[in-house]
DNA sequence: CGTTTAATTGAAAGCAGTCAAACTATGTGG
DNA sequence: CCACATAGTTTGACTGCTTTCAATTAAACG
């Protein structure tokens, strides 16, 4: 086990942990609480880039790149460890196993990028939630946070429109969908998985892009 | 400057470099043509991820997870250096800079991916195929292939299409549409971009998240 | 020069968006 | 603990961007 100099801090549903353009001195690691990415068009649209579990690391770009490329906030109220910008590169030159970790996760977040691009690009809206709501429930459960298709989903309907390139309205639309078809129950924001095969027919879904293995194979 | 083992290969367009769930024993550099990255949908939708020019890695997927999340292909006649697995590893872990470059490599790599996600799924199909048009310009350049809105696109329509989420007949109206407008010029693949502003406005394109001054600060 | 591959054009259909209003939760202060 | 305010969800009617299907033209290639 090693040690990273950090302090903590609490921040409240939807506060700016960095805003695009910045230069922050330090990089965060998520601890409780959930955390997304995102970008703005010109126009105002906004697209959620990546939605982040307690456990992973936000924004290396902080530590290693000159500007930030996204915004980061707070989805639910959170708890964050932020790293002094220089701390990270001296562990990782130090530690060849840090460095290569810090490469692990690196890539797994472009995988993931990937597989929501296609989502975005080449499914269907009813493919895409679909989609969602199956990468959330491994990822909650490989988190250690509940069993496999039985959680609260952390974000209101205009926030999963926009991971998914769609409007808070029709998701409403599809999410009473798929209730209606047996595939989800639902409780408020509590969502129960009822047939998961089905789900994931519907979803195109195939978990390799979670690289879930590769993750466990090297923690940070 | 630092030798890496490897061997030089030279591939025909369209051919794969890799195959989506395969795990290869090397990892792939570019030195001349072109190189996408692409996934499928399980209906048989293409998406291409990622464009690649000459001097980029391609792949440290594969010297660094344990299967490939997409597939490579040529986009042109191309060659590319293999470097076997282990040795991107090692000589990573020998030479800090090494382990720091292909780290900045990586993190650019996933800003491009946000961006392209953000096009697919918040910009309308004009303004996310000016946006393309306007990357591969800077892109282009950057790697010293020509002077800024002055080449040939290196793929056809379809390939465009499919970088884009769109169809082909679809990019092809688009096309005439910016022709008619005269945003660009065209002869055959050749384009040339006769209104730069313009056309950045309509793309909403802002270079930041291609962080050229990051890319020459690490060579690799 | 013939054959294959790529690009253009037109007409029609459909998925998801937009606008608007009603309804339901959630939360806060009196 | 209720009353009110705010935030989030549902539902309906209508619009429009992009796709689909199909046929033609142009370019590239051997």
Redesign the interface.
């Known amino acids: 086990m090693l040690s990273l100099r950090h302090t903590v801090q609490t921040v409240e549903r939807r506060s700016y942990l960095v805003r695009e ?1 910045e230069h922050p001195a330090e990089s965060r690691i998520v601890l409780s609480g959930f955390v997304f ?1 995102q ?1 703005l ?3 105002g ?3 959620i ?2 939605v982040h579990l307690p456990g992973e690391i936000v924004d ?2 902080n530590s ?4 930030a ?2 915004s980061i906030q707070a989805l639910t109220r959170a708890e964050v460890a932020l790293v002094p910008r220089a701390e990270l ?1 001296d562990v ?2 130090r530690h ?1 196993q840090v ?2 970790a ?3 996760e ?6 993931i ?6 989502n ?4 269907n809206s009813s ?1 895409r939630l679909a989609h969602l709501l199956c990468e959330l429930a491994m990822r909650l459960r490989a988190a250690g946070l509940g069993e496999l298709g039985r959680y609260r989903i952390p974000m209101t309907q205009e926030e999963l429109a926009d991971c ?2 769609l409007t808070q309205v029709h998701v409403s639309r599809l999410l009473s969908g798929f209730e209606k078809q047996g595939l989800i129950e639902r409780a408020g924001r509590d969502i129960g998985i009822s047939r998961w095969q089905p789900l994931v027919n519907l979803a ?1 879904f195939d978990p ?2 979670l ?1 879930l ?2 993750a466990e194979a090297y923690p940070a």
Chains 1, 2 share one sequence.
């Open positions: 353009g990415r970008k068009t010109g126009a649209a906004r697209e880039v990546s290396l770009h290693f790149l000159t500007v490329d996204h590169a990782a030159a060849i460095a290569r810090l490469l692990v690196t890539l797994i977040d472009g995988s990028l990937k597989e929501w691009l296609l975005a690009a080449r499914r493919a998914l390139g195109d390799t892009y690289h293995f590769d």
